[in-house]
């Protein structure tokens, strides 16, 4: 695999064992993402992307294939290993948010902290950041007292405030309307070309995947196909 891939994927397969039946989620899967690089993967539900995530985040293993992540093999990782990996290299956000409830904003930002044993403050530029996503004023707030945008936004902040290499973003705007569906996306590329920050993100929205520098879609557990686009 070329060095030049922060994630490095080839040969890659999952099989489930649900009940008698094998299922092949994943059949041979070959992906390399460049630092810096804004990716979307795009298939209907079924097609393997979410699978493709998880293994990539860390958070199950794969059946057979090779996948590095910013130099780091994941193949044979046990659970202890894959856990630093998710504390050290890979942040994430999901579409529903996933925020405590009775935690506010920051605190909500600083428990990832505490949990990858770092130390519990901002870096001066994460405040740069916090302006970016227009959350800056809200930090003393409890997730109720946020808009649905409002609380993504605290999402993708503790997502990347302890500078991972890697965002991973599943269905990011998946439960916001259009227009806070837009404004995330904008501030998810604003993030990607102003920090470098390396972004794969899977939807299933055409509309969503527009945003990313590339488009790799997925059937039936394989890559068809990708695209690059000019945005």
Known sequence: ?????????????????????????????????????FVAIVGASGSGKSTLFHILGGLTPMSSG????????????TNAERTELRKTTVGFVFQKYNLLPTLTAED?????????????????????????????????????ALSGGQQQRVAIARGIVN????????????????????????????????????????THDAEAASYADRIVRMRDGRIMMAEHQTN
């Open 66 to 77: 090779a996948v590095r992540i910013n130099g780091r093999d994941l193949s044979g990782m």
């Open 108 to 144: 909500n930002i600083r428990i990832v902290q505490y949990i990858a044993d770092r130390e519990m403050t901002f870096a001066p530029g994460f405040q740069e950041i916090l302006n970016l996503l227009g959350i800056a004023d809200r930090l003393k707030h409890k997730p109720r």
């Open 163 to 202: 500078s991972p290499a890697i965002l991973l973003a599943d269905e990011p705007t998946g439960n916001l309307d259009s227009e806070n569906a837009a404004a995330v996306l904008k501030l998810m590329k604003d993030l990607n070309k102003r920090l470098g920050q390396t972004i794969l993100m899977i």
């Open 1 to 37: 695999m070329s060095e030049a891939g922060i994630i490095e994927v080839h040969g890659l397969t999952k099989t489930y064992q649900v009940g008698d039946v094998e299922v092949h989620a994943l059949r041979g899967v070959d992906l390399q993402v460049s630092k810096g690089e």
